[in-house]
């Protein structure tokens, strides 16, 4: 059988430069399946799946904001605790621009240009976490500790359970 030949994307390229250890997946891409369709075809708990969220201040501000598969980020308590007066979610144009990525293959690995991250403080305690490799249907699984030893994320506690 022929080895899978996995994408080299940016954010492949940032994980091998910061020789992080990490598994790549490939699954079938399910246009707005989410988190649930990926957890589903890779057999992983949908909580440790992290969706890449590009969102913007009222001064347009970008930044990522990394959130469990099964959340919603509050964007109140997100504008509350970065002292701005509203954060909104970028349309998926807007997101492009910004990540250089295509929404539904977001990843906050090798971003366009450096963002500020934030990620949900509970993902930090999951262990191994799935989280967009920068292509759509392409997943890699980490240690989540890499958020914050790579990315710099910070940890804020924003999320809304379902």
């Known amino acids: 059988m022929a080895k899978e030949k996995f994408p080299t994307t940016a954010a492949i390229r940032q994980l091998k ?4 250890n990490y598994a790549p997946h ?3 891409y399910e246009e707005k399946g989410g988190t649930r369709a990926s957890s589903t075809q890779l057999g992983v708990d949908e909580n440790c799946v992290i ?3 590009v969102m913007e201040d ?3 501000h970008p930044l990522i904001i990394l959130m469990h598969g099964t959340c919603e980020v509050s964007t109140k308590e997100l504008a509350r605790t970065l002292n701005v007066k509203r954060i909104t979610p970028c349309s998926p144009q807007i997101a492009q621009k910004h990540s250089g990525y295509q929404v539904g293959g977001t990843s906050p690995f090798g971003l366009l240009k450096p963002l500020p991250v934030y990620v949900e403080q509970s993902i930090l305690e999951c262990g191994k976490i ?3 490799g920068g292509k759509r249907g392409f997943l890699v699984s980490l240690q989540a500790n890499t958020l914050t030893q790579v990315l710099l994320a910070t940890a804020v506690n924003v999320a809304i359970n379902h």
């Open 51 to 53: 969706k890449t969220l």
């Open 130 to 132: 799935y989280i967009n």
């Open 17 to 20: 430069q910061h020789k992080v």
């Open 26 to 28: 490939l699954y079938p």
């Open 58 to 60: 009222e001064n347009k």
